[in-house]
């Protein structure tokens, strides 16, 4: 169940920001779809850093520390900002049908 949840959030996150979340780059866009990913993870579907890390691959240091810088992140690109409310709105209308 969980991987599915991930799957398919990985799914929206890379048709809205136009990105491939596999791909192992440290382009400022896909750092910021995957922190998309990681925030959705842990504040809606309460996701422990450890296994929101292991479904990225990376260590969940690397979460906390993404998460922890995250409102900086949204104050400093409005993309981004817009990126993740869309995204939001998106998953929650997903999961609460």
Request: charged letters at 35%; aromatic letters at 8%; glycine letters at 4%.
């Amino acid at each position: 169940m969980e991987d599915e949840k991930i799957n398919a959030l990985k799914k929206i996150v890379e048709e809205v920001c136009s990105v491939d979340l596999n791909n192992k780059t440290r382009k400022r866009d896909h750092i910021n779809a995957r922190a998309i990913c990681y925030k959705i993870l842990r504040d809606v579907e309460l996701f422990s850093y450890h296994d929101i890390g292991k479904s990225f691959n990376k260590s969940h240091s690397t979460i906390l520390l993404c998460l922890r810088d995250f409102k900086y992140m949204l104050l400093s690109d409005g993309q981004m900002k817009r990126n993740y409310e869309g995204i939001l709105s998106l998953w929650k209308g997903i999961t609460e049908e």
